[in-house]
């Protein structure tokens, strides 16, 4: 079966909310799992555009909060794939932090994920090829096999961890 290609511009997805009082922790800022449960929303939509079938997060790689998001602002978060493998693909999230008063615009987050997607049977499917056209998709496209090493590091070591870990709780 042959692959086909598709543009990262295919799978940007976006996704804009405003911060209310109750979105927020006890430093006033926007709660970290709420922006997460966020992340994991936009870039599940830039998998299935991108594959057409069902995906499922198989890693969140990291979040770097960089700067707060405070009630009142908006937040604008926009996913794109920037490297598909036979099965999976990086998917990419920035998060913009608008100031709705000033318009002054900040990145206050990024991420990387990876999904797997699956046909109809539940079985593990060929997805497209990647292509990066701007200077921002091809520098995030020819960074992603560093990456993609640094996620298989770190799952073997967590096989090696869990291995370890006892299943036991200490009252039982």
Not at 129 to 140: D, N
Not at 158 to 164: D, G, H, Q
Request: overall charge neutral; hydrophobic content about 40%; proline content about 4%.
């Amino acid at each position: 079966m042959e692959r086909k290609n598709k543009f990262v511009r295919e799978t940007r997805s976006f996704k804009t909310a405003r911060v209310f009082p109750s979105d927020v922790n006890n430093h006033n800022t926007l709660f970290g799992g709420k922006l997460m449960a966020y992340i994991d929303d936009i870039a599940s939509i830039a998998a299935a555009k991108f594959c057409r079938g069902s995906t499922v997060t198989a890693s969140t790689d990291s979040v770097d909060f960089l700067h707060p998001i405070m009630p009142g602002d908006s937040v604008t978060l926009e996913a794109f794939v920037t490297w598909s493998g036979h099965s999976s693909m990086e998917i990419f999230v920035k998060v913009i932090r608008e100031h709705l008063t000033t318009g002054v615009k900040l990145i206050a987050a990024t991420a990387f994920l990876t999904f797997v997607a699956f046909d109809e049977q539940g079985q593990k499917m060929l997805v497209p090829l990647i292509v990066p056209e701007t200077e921002e998709e091809i520098k995030l496209h020819q960074t992603a096999p560093q990456r993609a090493e640094q996620r298989r590091v770190r799952r073997e070591a967590s096989r090696e961890l869990a291995a370890f870990l006892t299943t036991e709780y200490p009252w039982e």
